[in-house]
């Protein structure tokens, strides 16, 4: 199985950026790996996903500000945050699965590994 550990993330001003980042290791050839994130008392919820073969999908809340992406040859995980809100202040979740489809899910159920989280402020 895979074990996913996330870094990078922090407190910053709106309309600043991060780059969070998950180290994959143990077998870490996942079909689809995906950025979620949960505020205290609400459901986590679907950021970004991207498949083996480079399909990406976004939720509509983040278009155009973040961008997903992984690099094989370190066996991690990036997500680009860029013109930050305090709306997006929340702890940041990496995932994986083994299985595969054409158009990676944002439902957290569609997931199996789990990192630890970290956690994102922006401030107004």
């Known amino acids: 199985q895979v074990q996913l550990v996330e870094s990078g993330g922090g407190s910053v001003q709106a309309g600043g950026s991060l780059r969070l980042s998950c180290a994959a290791s143990g077998r870490t050839f996942t079909n689809r790996m995906g950025w979620f994130r949960q505020i205290p008392g609400k459901e986590r919820e679907g950021v970004a996903a991207i498949t083996s073969g480079r399909t990406t999908n976004y939720a509509d809340f983040v278009k155009g500000r973040f961008t997903i992406s992984q690099d094989n040859a370190k066996n991690t995980l990036y997500l680009q945050m860029n013109s930050l809100k305090p709306d997006d202040t929340a702890m940041y979740y990496c995932?994986?699965?083994?299985?595969?489809?054409?158009?990676?899910?944002?439902?957290?159920?569609?997931?199996?590994?789990w990192g630890q989280g970290t956690q994102v402020t922006v401030s107004s």
């Open positions: 995932a994986a699965s083994y299985r595969w489809a054409p158009m990676p899910p944002l439902t957290s159920n569609s997931y199996n590994y």
